[in-house]
């Protein structure tokens, strides 16, 4: 995710050399990290209330879960990077990059990306043994992420699992020994990969042109010409079901239904009502601020209910 120039601001204030790494991690603005572990939070709040968790340590795993989130984020951004730096070069958006436009080497991406990973599993150290079985998921699906693209026309899909597949980690961190034989975790995965491929269906409209000369493939490519709302309403119904699932799995009440249901509802309906699929600039903004509202909602929604509950 983004473009390839990411300075201002405290980014500047950094020694030169610095900058292309924070360019390659996404730092600036810190998108890209919240949704990495977004979904962790989720996962976490679920097994907090199941388990009956104490303030405190729900608070130590999310914090836990934060640091390995951002060195993580940091090695599948680069790790991404580094794959595609030949279709970057032939992107608009994307030929600013740093490993694309020769800021850093191959190599010292790889360096990188070997001790980001390394910082990252330091963090299973101090989270319970279940943790480090439920990541090797994710390991897997963000090392073969760079190559959906060039194979399947859903690389939004895969993407969104890698993401959502936080939630599972989250339950693991949080105390569920196999979180990944629990439906009601799982239909909460469903919820944040479909969430996944509406917001990234949206970004990949930025680069159409540029995907098409260039070979690449998208939900965007798939469903261009009209047929992309249609696809993204469709998913935004599938979310609401799997949202309504969610609920009945964990026994959750109607304040959970108002602020998570609703809130998604409202604030990716309003997005696939409003965005202009064809302004590259409407894409990004919608992007950039829409995943607030409904991040908020639903964890808003599991809070409310880990509070209730206690």
């Not at 991690?25 to 097994?47: D, E, Q, S």
């Not at 580094?82 to 191959?106: E, N, S, Y």
Request: charged share 10%.
């Amino acid at each position: 995710m983004g473009g390839g120039h990411a300075g201002g601001g405290w980014v500047n204030t950094l020694p030169p050399s610095w900058i292309p790494y924070v360019q390659l991690c996404r730092l600036n603005p810190p998108i890209a990290l919240l949704l990495v572990y977004l979904p962790h939070v989720f996962g976490v709040l679920h097994a907090a209330r199941v388990h009956s968790k104490p303030g405190l340590e729900v608070l130590g795993t999310a914090t836990l879960l934060l640091g390995g989130s951002f060195f993580f984020s940091n090695a599948a951004h680069a790790w991404n990077d580094l794959v595609d730096a030949p279709i970057d070069r032939r992107v608009t958006r994307t030929k600013t990059r740093p490993i694309a436009r020769g800021a850093v080497t191959p190599s010292r991406a790889l360096v990188f990306i070997s001790s980001q990973a390394l910082l990252a599993a330091t963090f299973l150290l101090w989270l319970p043994g279940p943790t480090t079985k439920a990541v090797i998921p994710t390991i897997i699906a963000t090392a073969g992420y760079p190559w959906a693209k060039r194979y399947t026309y859903f690389p939004q899909a895969v993407l969104g699992f890698c993401l959502a597949w936080g939630v599972i980690v989250g339950c693991a961190a949080a105390g569920t020994p196999r979180p990944w034989f629990d439906a009601a975790p799982l239909a909460l995965v469903l919820v944040s990969a479909l969430w996944t491929v509406i917001y990234d269906t949206v970004y990949a409209h930025q680069d159409l042109e540029d995907d098409l000369r260039a070979g690449v493939k998208s939900t965007a490519v798939r469903f261009r010409g009209g047929r992309a709302k249609p696809f993204l309403w469709l998913s935004l119904a599938l979310l609401g079901v799997c949202i309504i699932a969610y609920g009945q799995l964990a026994a959750l009440g109607a304040g959970y239904h108002v602020i998570t249901l609703g809130g998604c509802v409202l604030s990716l309906g309003r997005m696939i009502a409003e965005v202009k699929l064809g302004d590259k600039r409407d894409c990004w903004g919608w992007f950039t601020y829409q995943f607030w509202p409904t991040g908020v909602s639903i964890m808003g929604g599991l809070l409310y209910e880990l509070v209730v509950s206690g």
